[in-house]
């Protein structure tokens, strides 16, 4: 699968070398079997074309645009949306509208004693609704410290 190629794919999961960085939970493996129980015609396409109006909405606002083709409908590229997820903010996650505000919840994750922050991206179609979460990120710097090259912003 080919990666995104805006700002949110730096947060992606692999270094050039295929391995994982640390503090990032990567759940490809259960967006394929969910792509091939479809394809095995055991799930049906309202099944898993079923994402929340409000993630659309945010999909098609603040999305990041990748080259990956939706593997369902096969029309569009999904793009990405990040949630974060922490103290003080809402229980339905905050979506992330400019790279500068990943940076922002980067810096208070670094200073805060309330509890942790973690990232969900999540991949959306835009077209036919499919939507899957891609990987979970710490965004701690205990587990970031770990890997081994910091993002930089290209956008
Ligand atoms: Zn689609």
Excluded at 5 to 19: C, I
Excluded at 28 to 52: F, K, S
Excluded at 95 to 118: H, M, N, Q, W
Aim: proline fraction near 5%; glycine fraction near 8%; charged fraction near 30%.
């Amino acid at each position: 699968m080919a990666r995104g190629k805006g700002w949110l794919s730096a947060l992606s999961l692999t270094d050039d070398n295929g391995h994982q960085l640390g503090g990032i939970v990567d759940h490809r493996l259960t967006r394929r079997a969910l792509i091939n129980e479809y394809r095995r015609g055991r799930l049906r396409r309202d099944q898993v074309c079923d994402a929340h109006p409000e993630l659309l909405r945010a999909a098609r606002n603040f999305g990041d645009e990748t080259i990956v083709k939706c593997p369902i409908c096969v029309e569009d590229n999904v793009v990405l949306v990040t949630y974060v997820f922490g103290p003080r903010l809402p229980s339905h996650g905050r979506c992330i509208t400019k790279p500068t505000e990943l940076d922002e919840f980067r810096r208070i994750a670094r200073t805060s004693v309330a509890g942790d922050y973690t990232a969900y991206v999540v991949e959306a179609c835009r077209s036919c609704g499919w939507h899957h979460l891609l990987r979970t990120l710490a965004l701690n710097p205990e587990r970031e410290q770990r890997a081994p090259r910091r993002r930089s912003a290209s956008r």
